[in-house]
C-alpha cells in the first residue's frame, strides 16, 4: 500500500525492504510454531495458513513491482481485488488458530485444576491417614507400656495382701519386662521362704526341731527372716532338751 502511495523509489525501496524484513518475522515465528503443532485439527488449520499464505506471497510480490514501477493504479487494483480475498483468508486461518490456542490453554487449565484438586485430596487423605497412623500407633504403644505396668499392679497388691499365687508372666524385654520379672523373681523367693517355714512347722510339730532354713543365696530381709527362724528353733531345741534333761533327773 505504500508503494502504490509513493513516487519516491529511495522510499519504495525502503518500504520493500521492510516488506522482507516482516516476511522473515513471520517465517521464523511460523517455524516455531509449527514445531508446536501436535494434534491433526492443529495440523490441518496450519496447513491452510500456509496454503493461504502461498497464494497471497506471489500477489504481494506484483504488487510491489507494479508499484515501483510507478503504476500505482494496477498496484492500487491487486491490492485491492487480488491481494484482499486471500489476504482474509489468510487471517480467517489464522484467527482458527488463535482460537485453537486459546481453547487448548482452557483445557490446560481446566486439567491443572482438576490435577491440583485431585493432589490437593490426594494429600489430605494422606494427612488424615497420617494422623490416624500416628493416633493408632500412639495407642499401641501406650497400650504396651500401660497393660504390663497395670498386671505389675495387680500383682503387687496380690503378694501386698498376702496372695502368692497369681501369675506373672515377663513376656518382653523392656523396662516393663524386666519389672515382672523382678517381681516374678520376688514373689518366687517368697514362695520358696513360706515353703521352708511350712516345712520346718510341719517337722516341728512332729518333734523334730533340727529342720532349719537354708542361707545360701540369700540376701537382705529374706536372710535375716531365716536366721530369726534358725534361731527360734535352735532356742526352742535346747529348751525341749533342757526339759528332757530334767525330767530324766527328775525320773532318776
Sequence with gaps: RNIALLDDQAEMKKEEARIQEARDTYKKADGQLDALIKTDAAKKIMADIDAARSTLTPLIDKAVAAGLANNSAEATRILLVEIRPPQGALIKHINAMIERQEAQNQELVEHAERDYESAFTLILSLSIAAILAGLLLAWLVTRSITRPLSEAVTAANAIAAGDLSSKIEADSTDETGLLKAAMRSMQDS?????????QIVANANRGDFNSKM?????AGYTKELSELLNQLSDTVDTAFEDTIRVAQALSQ
Design 190 to 198: 517368697l514362695v520358696g521362704i513360706v515353703g521352708e517355714i511350712r
Design 214 to 218: 537354708y542361707l545360701n543365696g540369700k
